[in-house]
């Protein structure tokens, strides 16, 4: 392919020709299943038996295998085809850069793809002219190398789909189309076997880490970047590495479209199980976006949609400001009962039950204490099973276990998209405590992949998974909110609760603590001198019922100075942290 043939090109007509397959198929879809209804479906519950019978059932059946490979071609033709239009429009996309960035750089590009430049002006040569001359050469090289390579890109998508569409004519002609063993095979084929589309082949592999994916990311053109933002979502809403913005745009467009779409169904009719559960685990996270929306005059920052999934108990991670650009971020993870529920709308909720609410509250402490020239940015974390129900002693490790990579590499892609160097830090609320302890534990050996954070802060935490704050890797930089009577802080170890169901005692008026007195259900009991971080002040909620003083470290009204001593820890800001003795 030429340069005049891919510069001029105009690849949104494959998109129209695939989309027009797309609504052939579809109703090809349509009319075999209406046959099948009134034909085959028609004739085996008439009861009609015999040679005659049989004969007929034998007919229906090979053509209805010939309708269902007919429509299994025409919908791997729609794919063949939007796939080369892909190729081709990112093709062009790199062509149309490289001349654009030649004419800025005052370079003339023949039809040809040569690239030549003009002498200066003789009074603008410099004594060094032989150096000019070699960087004006490596520049139109690199220039000249990005134009070949775009148009080997279309070239190669050009021929690919020259033979594709040449075998499904000939299939065509000859029938061997209608066998729905060949159709078969095409269509697996086409999913799976066939090399990957050109416009795939610079996306970083499976095991790649977040700053490969925004190495990747920076490496796009703005075209191209537009172009997987409206093409390929799937690629970019919850990988980390990519920025916030783009993480942000493609995860609502996903919700506001799977919304609508489960709305229009259900004005239909039921919906059926699977699609109930998936509204239960998104509405909430609308109603947020929304909530946060109507009040941003109430000097909320804006939110960021950074992930959102059904798999599980659902899946949701928002920022309240912009980690790309946050001087100090804080990253929360909540604990046993967290679903997307728990971080739904919550306008007046100040009982520290709302998770998003909780990060918020987060945020506006950090913030008022940041001098000018520093943001912060708050980020509640959702992205594992959280115990559905609060018998925190039936819960295994299990669940922190599994959450904690994908919470560490979370931490590391802030990292990577973020504009500076920014303070971390990590907070564990309950349950979230011990995935935070697991997945900082991972961060900090040798070797890791994983960015370790800043600061950890363990808010009424059964046990982080170690027995010291020194098996975390960081020294000085763990601290603990305990109040007295949070019973969750209390929950005797694994060997009591055993002795307990011998008939020792287990909670009551004194806490039981027999084999261990600083053992917990995970560990060592962060707030005991025994375990080594430093313990910050909290309410001791004397009047509070027990279940609802676990619920208060984030909470501006009712939590005492925890809430603003997290805000110290998350700035940065230790000499304001109000400590309180160990155990």
Not at 178 to 193: C, G, H, N, W
Not at 198 to 222: E, I, R
Not at 357 to 383: C, D, F, H, I
């Amino acid at each position: 392919m030429d340069l005049a043939s891919l510069r001029d090109a105009k690849p949104a007509g494959l998109y129209g020709v695939a989309d027009a397959y797309g609504k052939l198929g579809d109703a090809f879809g349509d009319h075999v299943a209406d046959w099948q209804r009134g034909t085959v479906q028609a004739v085996q519950s008439a009861g009609w038996s015999g040679q005659a019978a049989d004969s007929a059932q034998a007919s229906l059946a090979a053509t209805d295998d010939k309708l269902q490979a007919a429509g299994l071609e025409l919908g791997t033709i729609n794919g063949q085809l939007r796939d080369s239009a892909d190729a081709f429009q990112l093709a062009r996309s790199k062509l149309l850069q490289a001349l654009a960035d030649a004419q800025a750089q005052g370079f003339s590009v023949n039809e040809c793809g040569a690239v030549s430049w003009a002498p200066p002006p003789a009074a603008q040569r410099h004594d060094n002219q032989v150096n000019w001359q070699a960087q004006q050469q490596s520049a139109a090289n690199g220039i000249s190398t990005r134009i070949s390579g775009a148009l080997a890109e279309a070239t190669s998508a050009d021929q690919a789909l020259a033979a594709t569409l040449k075998a499904f004519a000939e299939r065509a002609t000859s029938g061997n189309g209608l066998d729905l063993q060949t159709a078969s095979v095409d269509r697996y084929q086409s999913d799976f076997e066939l090399a990957t589309p050109t416009y795939l082949d610079g996306v970083p592999g499976a095991g790649a880490g977040p700053a490969q994916w925004n190495t990747w990311w920076k490496g796009l053109t703005p075209d191209e970047q537009q172009w997987f933002i409206a093409d390929h979502p799937e690629l970019l809403g919850n990988q980390d590495g990519i920025p916030a913005q783009v993480r942000d745009e493609v995860n609502r467009a996903y919700l506001a479209q799977t919304l609508k779409s489960l709305t229009d169904k259900e004005a239909l009719g039921p919906l059926s199980k699977e699609d109930e559960d998936t509204l239960k685990k998104l509405q909430p996270i609308q109603g947020r976006l929304n909530e946060d929306a109507q009040y941003a005059g109430d000097g909320r920052p804006q939110d960021y949609l950074l992930g959102i999934g059904t798999e599980g108990q659902g899946r949701a991670i928002i920022s309240f400001g912009d980690p790309d650009t946050a001087t100090d971020i804080s990253a929360y993870v909540p604990g046993m009962t967290s679903d997307p529920a728990s971080l739904g709308a919550a306008h007046g909720v100040i009982d520290g039950s709302n998770e998003a609410e909780n990060a918020l509250n987060t945020w506006r402490s950090a913030q008022a204490k940041e001098p000018a020239g520093r943001s912060v940015a708050s980020v509640v974390w959702l992205g594992y099973d959280a115990p559905p129900d609060s018998n925190l002693s039936a819960a295994s490790s299990g669940r922190a276990q599994a959450g904690a990579p994908a919470y560490a590499k979370f931490l590391t892609g802030l990292r990577a998209t973020n504009d500076g160097a920014p303070h971390i830090t990590s907070i564990g609320h309950s349950y979230g405590s011990l995935l935070v302890g697991e997945a900082t534990r991972m961060s900090t050996q040798q070797g890791s992949p994983y960015s370790a954070p800043d600061d950890v802060v363990l808010i009424g935490s059964p046990g982080a998974g170690v027995n010291s704050a020194k098996q975390l890797g960081m020294p000085g930089h763990v601290w603990v909110g305990a109040a007295e009577n949070d019973p969750v802080t209390h929950l005797p170890s694994r060997e009591d609760t055993a002795l307990g169901a011998l008939g020792g005692p287990l909670l009551g008026s004194q806490w039981a603590h027999q084999t261990d007195p600083n053992g917990l259900w995970y560990g060592t009991d962060p707030a005991s001198a025994a375990f080594g971080a430093q313990r910050f002040a909290v309410s001791d909620w004397t009047c509070t019922d027990p279940i609802s003083a676990h619920l208060k470290y984030l909470t501006p009204n009712n939590g005492g100075p925890s809430l603003n001593n997290v805000g110290s820890i998350v700035t940065g800001d230790y000499s304001h942290v109000r400590r309180e003795a160990d155990r």
